[in-house]
């Protein structure tokens, strides 16, 4: 079978999502699987790394027996042997980056948020749709084995009319002083793009999209707990960006959807992401790996009495969903999609305009909490 190589520019590389999920487990993944099988022979991904230095990006090149990096973005994009431009940079970085890739003619695959407003994403998708650019935009979330086992329960039927869905997510992110933080300080601060909202509700949006119906109206609360934290240099820093927001979404076809997500709650769930989903023929509770369901007829009956201690051992009597399937890394997956996207016009929607849907109900939100009312959620037609 013949190898055809395709070059890839990965700008962020040196990031936690750039290395360790996009390059290390997705591409270099491919490659230790001898490559992506398509219908014109084996894809071979070939990683150019972009970054602003020289020196990290020579040791993760070396470490991986890679040979070609580069801090110039520019260069990279005019190598004739580069077909598609990945960006994991910082959000505030994406926009300008995407915008000279799309003058480079390459196709074009992302991290999310597309952009940091909504005017920035649609504006990207309708420049690449117009130069006829294929691109895509990470929503890892719809590829974790437990929200594949909602979805086929949802595809069966299981649930009847679906009446609910409520999630929770998120866990403690230290402040940084007695103990380092465990996501970057960028993330707390407003000016540099960062913000849970901008964070999750670009998530949110493909996943009730794509599993219960798009989002209608949103109504969101947010806040920022803790104003103060402490940064890689152990330096103290004003937190400006919201940390914590809870959201309540009608869906199209009636349901709906509460969602919160934090960095300032501690966890006591199976996962730090769980969604409920109450119908009239069964509920389930899926998180990122287990999915757990109770029919109808399993349903028990509790009575409202404080004066008796519970006698009812309501976590047992859920039943676990099995695999019955075999769930490879969701970024992994969700990269062969779009590289078969690219090589051989594979089947793909989780595009730009997409992505643009995403930005745009995080800002709703964001608006939504500013003027303490619920939004209604306008169509966005972007053309593809
Ligand atoms: N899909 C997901 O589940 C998921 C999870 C976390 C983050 N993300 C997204 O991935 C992107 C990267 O997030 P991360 O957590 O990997 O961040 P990170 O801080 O670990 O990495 C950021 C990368 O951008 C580069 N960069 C470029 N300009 C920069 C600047 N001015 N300041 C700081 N870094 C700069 C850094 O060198 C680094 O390579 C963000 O857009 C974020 O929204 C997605």
Redesign the pocket.
């Known amino acids: 079978m013949t190898r055809r190589s395709i070059g890839i520019v990965l700008n962020?590389?040196?990031?936690?999502?750039?290395y360790r999920q996009h390059l290390v487990r997705s591409l270099l993944a491919i490659r230790e699987a001898g490559g992506l099988p398509t219908r014109d022979g084996t894809l071979w991904p070939e990683p150019v790394l972009v970054?602003?230095s020289e020196a990290k990006l020579a040791e993760i090149a070396a470490r991986h027996g890679l040979t070609e990096w580069s801090t110039d973005l520019g260069a990279a994009l005019a190598r004739p042997d580069v077909s598609i431009y990945f960006d994991?940079?910082?959000?505030s970085?994406?926009e300008k980056a995407i915008r000279q890739a799309i003058e480079a003619g390459k196709h074009i695959y992302t991290?999310?948020?597309l952009a940091e407003t909504a005017v920035a994403a649609t504006e990207l998708a309708e420049l690449a749709a117009a130069a006829g650019l294929k691109t895509g935009v990470?929503q890892?979330k719809l590829f974790l084995p437990g929200l594949r086992k909602l979805k086929r329960l949802i595809d069966g039927g299981f649930f009847g009319r679906i009446l609910s869905v409520r999630g929770e997510f998120g866990y403690w992110v230290f402040e940084g002083d007695w103990q380092p933080a465990q996501r970057?300080s960028?993330n707390y601060r407003a000016a540099d793009g960062g913000g849970i909202v901008m964070?999750m509700l670009p998530h949110w949006n493909y996943l009730l999209e794509e599993l219960f119906g798009g989002v209608r109206s949103v109504q969101c609360t947010m806040a920022t707990h803790i104003d103060t934290r402490v940064d890689e240099q152990g330096e103290s820093y004003a937190a400006t960006a919201d940390d914590a927001a809870y959201a309540v979404f009608e869906l199209a076809g009636g349901a709906v959807a509460q969602i919160n997500s934090s960095w300032c709650v501690r966890v006591y769930r199976d996962e730090l992401v769980e969604f409920q989903v109450d119908g009239t023929e069964g509920s389930a509770v899926a998180g990122l790996r287990h999915c757990r369901v109770q029919h109808r007829s399993m349903t028990p009956k509790p009575v409202w009495n404080p004066d008796l201690p519970n006698s009812v051992p309501f976590r047992t009597q859920w039943a676990e969903v099995p695999d019955n399937d075999e769930f490879d890394n969701g970024f992994k997956a969700q990269w062969e999609a779009f590289l078969r996207h690219v090589a051989e016009d594979g089947p793909y929607h989780w595009d730009f305009a997409s992505g643009a849907r995403g930005v745009r109900l995080a800002e709703l939100a964001l608006q939504s909490a500013r003027e303490g009312r619920r939004l209604e959620v306008p169509r966005l037609e972007v053309p593809r």
């Not at 994991?88 to 959000?91: F, H, K, W, Y």
């Open positions: 962020g590389v040196t990031g936690r999502m750039g970054g602003r994991s940079q910082v959000t970085g994406r991290e999310k948020p990470v890892d970057p960028w964070d």
